[in-house]
DNA sequence: ATAAATATGTCAACCGGTTGACATACAGAT
DNA sequence: ATCTGTATGTCAACCGGTTGACATATTTAT
């Protein structure tokens, strides 16, 4: 640890090493990386040399030369959210487990964000990106020779994609409030020229909807959406948000309206992480299997980086319905 | 784009960009860093053979010349929780803005876990971390020739600290369960052996009880610890939970007893994001700044990144009492 | 006409590791 | 005595950028 001046500190590098353990640094390397024929003598001169100077291989110079940096990039809209904190949370976890790290992107739904990143992520040399972002438009996903994986989001032909059981979630969401007796029943979702997945919740609304002789009406998320909704339609007596947090603004409309939550009006949500578990364990919703998302997106996300096939692209996992005291 | 074999693509290189503009490497490089003189004639050449071939720089190969690799490592217990998912957010987001990157570590609050994820991004060589996770005996943060920032935690002597007025949320909080005539008031707080500036909410709790002649109780989070303190304290009538979460499991438990909120029991919580305000939006709690804790801490970071000295360690920001119906 | 300043661009070393090719030494086999 | 195989270690090129030193024009000043 030579100072070069007052505030720059020379880092230990593998030629100190060597020198400390009087031998190459082919040696060094070669003890460090198991390769070759080393003897145990010269071994361990080597590791008390490494522990004497605290050395630290320098990652960067390794990723240049071997053309890896065990680097996996999340593009998601925000980790201010419980579902994908949550789901963030698991796939970092499972990438530490194998060893690699994980470089965050918030790309708040915007489309030139998410543009920006995948570009920085590719300089970076990212060794694969999962995506759950926005994406209408972003073809840049297309004739990407760089493993990917998208949860809840189509990104292109060929790239696979995980996602819960939407349609079964948005049946069993629907189906629930007509079995309790719901006759005006609302679909609150987000915008559906996303390509998303997650379209299938209203569709399932709808064929249910349809299938009950029920009108099916769909409010798309916006600026007082919610409000809109109570003064448009004073009669409904249902209401399948698409995600948690909606459904938590529609009971805190109802309760200003002294709208009565089950009796008068039932809600149902979309997501059940553990946070809306916590924070509002009441509310009825459809829970997606967070983890087993993360599990099965990483399984893929490997097999790609390890030049496996897979053909499959869409992967659907089972949600579970959890009957709260809203509905 | 040379094809090498089937699976591996050879990416588009500094070289090719130089061939294909008939420069050479070094004038595309001057041009890309906008160094030296270049003519307009020649930046065009160079501009045109980067969009033809869409080269996107390696930033590895970059970073291990110019040593920096624009990299900021962020150790949290979990993005699984609404305040850190909210902080990592503005975090990630302020360094975007700088252009930055985040790679994130999830340390689960374990010791283990977060000495290898200190060791592993100094071996990526990242240009800083900020962190806020459990910390006690990790000596390694000392004598690290790195900028570091913690967010309510202490990590070393002269490594600053940013928080939230820990103990001016405390006495707010608990003069207003007095005030709201609480008699039996209780807290509830993590380990005070985790050295944090969180602790100072409990020691102003314990400050205001007995300036108010009232004697303090501080329960430490743990197994069945919210049923216990009901079961030991049947006639408690104030609960100041140490954060949002713990509220709401307090909450839960006060209904399952048929204890009336904020008849019988008032609660009040802490931290006070986004989602806690959507999720319940009735309760009490006192609502750190979490973009300014973001701010500050990224100004500290880069301050030392820069070599700019600060001889202030300690940094509070003011909180906001937020007074719901759960007191 | 000549020196000095301004443009423009090339060469080659360097960042800190990794690894194929090669040198040397020695034991055991023929 | 010679060959083969096993051990042990060194040399130098390489990964893909960056940049100081230097060469060559071209323009301006004296």
Redesign the interface.
């Known amino acids: 640890m030579r100072k070069i001046n007052e ?1 720059e ?1 020379q880092k230990v590098k593998l030629g100190d090493v060597a020198d400390k353990a009087g031998v190459s640094r082919t040696t060094v390397s070669r003890v460090l990386n198991n390769r070759g024929y080393i003897s145990d003598k010269t071994r361990q001169k080597v590791h008390e040399a490494v522990e004497l100077l605290n050395y ?6 390794r ?2 030369f071997i053309k890896k ?1 065990y ?1 996996i990039g ?1 593009i998601f809209p ?5 579902f ?3 789901l ?3 796939l ?2 499972i990438c ?1 487990s194998l060893g690699y ?6 790309s708040q739904g915007r489309e030139d964000k998410e543009k920006d990143y995948l ?2 992520l ?4 990212v060794d694969g990106i999962i995506a759950g972002a926005h994406n209408r438009g972003i073809e840049e996903y297309n004739n990407q ?1 760089l493993p990917l994986v998208g949860i809840d989001r189509y990104l292109s032909k060929n790239i696979p994609v995980v996602s819960s059981d939407n349609y079964d979630g948005g049946k069993k969401a629907t189906r629930l409030l007509i079995d309790k007796g719901c006759k005006q029943i609302i679909h609150i979702n987000g915008s559906p020229s996303l390509e998303t997945p997650a379209n299938l919740r209203r569709e399932a609304y709808e064929d249910v909807m349809k299938e009950n002789q029920f009108h099916p009406r769909t409010y798309i998320i916006g600026d007082n959406i919610i409000e809109r909704l109570f003064d448009e339609n004073p009669n409904v007596d249902g209401i399948f948000a698409s995600d ?2 909606i459904a ?2 529609v009971i ?1 409309e109802a309760k200003r309206r002294n709208i009565n939550i089950p009796g008068d009006l039932k809600v149902i949500g979309y997501d059940g ?4 578990r ?4 009441e509310l009825s919703t459809i829970q997606q299997p967070v983890k087993e998302i993360a599990d099965l997106a990483i399984k893929l996300l490997m097999k790609q980086i390890n ?1 496996e096939s897979e053909s499959q692209i869409e992967w659907k996992l089972p949600i579970k319905l959890i009957k709260g005291e809203t509905t």
Request: hydrophobic share 30%.
């Open positions: 505030n500190i630290q291989p320098n990652e960067i110079a990723s240049l940096t680097i999340l925000t980790t201010n959210n419980p994908y904190g949550q963030i949370f698991h970092e976890n530490e790290r994980v470089l965050l992107c918030n570009k920085m590719q300089r970076h040399q020779h948690d947090l938590a603004n805190r992480t553990e946070t809306t916590i924070l509002l364990p030049g």
